[in-house]
């Protein structure tokens, strides 16, 4: 399909445009899912048809989405920058890492629209991981961002802290989901300021220690 898909895309522009452009539109509608995935690809390749490639994020394939997500590399990052992050919370570990890579590619126009999807839960993890990768990223937005995650973590280690084992499974599991808690909203920390890794690495090694003195 990757051979079919190229060739219908190098005669796009030509003029057998048309026809060229309806095998492609017959291949980004197939069943097979390779066929889809080489369609959206060639498309992104080409910066041509970004509908068909963001219909292909919504594929019930993943390595389709994949490609439609490494596809978007092709166009205008304003214009991708929607669709992108709404791909950055893709049920999909895959499809997000595409995501975090096309956002560090497309670069600085993605910045603002990172900084927002940090408030959405499933895409704050993909939208951080990229945004640590980008030049030129606000500072201050990511320093306040830093200080609610140490602030949550802080919370959670200290309810975590206040529950004592008592033999009940219902405490235990409630003790870990907090200490879990603790650790997540404290990696975030270390993840958005990575000039003070220092002092935030110090605080994780505190939260994870078993030792209660430390952890106080």
């Known amino acids: ?9 190098t005669l796009l522009p030509s003029s057998d445009g048309a026809a060229a452009g309806a095998v492609l539109d017959e291949m980004a509608a197939s069943p097979d899912p390779g066929w889809r995935a080489a369609a959206v690809a060639t498309l992104g390749e080409l910066g041509e048809r970004l509908g068909t490639v963001t219909t292909g994020l919504a594929d019930r394939d993943a390595s389709v989405r994949r490609a439609a997500v490494s596809a978007l590399r092709g166009f205008d990052p304003h214009s991708s ?9 893709d049920p999909d570990p895959t499809v997000r890492d595409a995501a975090v890579e096309t956002s ?24 951080l991981l990229a945004l640590a990768r980008l030049p030129r990223v606000d500072p201050n937005a990511l320093l306040g961002y830093a200080r609610g995650q140490v602030s949550r973590a802080v919370h959670y280690h200290r309810l975590w802290r206040g529950l004592a084992p008592d033999g009940d499974d219902r405490v235990g599991v409630l003790r870990f989901s907090l200490q879990h808690k603790a650790l997540q909203h404290a990696v975030n920390a270390f993840r958005a300021m990575p000039g003070e890794s220092a002092g935030v690495e110090v605080a994780l090694e505190n939260l994870a220690s078993r030792d209660p003195e430390q952890r106080a």
């Open 1 to 9: 399909p990757e051979v079919r898909a190229r060739a219908a895309g």
């Open 81 to 89: 920058a929607g669709p992108l992050m709404e791909a950055l919370g």
């Open 104 to 127: 560090v590619r497309l670069g600085a126009p993605l910045a603002q629209p990172l900084l927002e999807a940090l408030t959405e839960p499933s895409r704050e993890e993909a939208a």
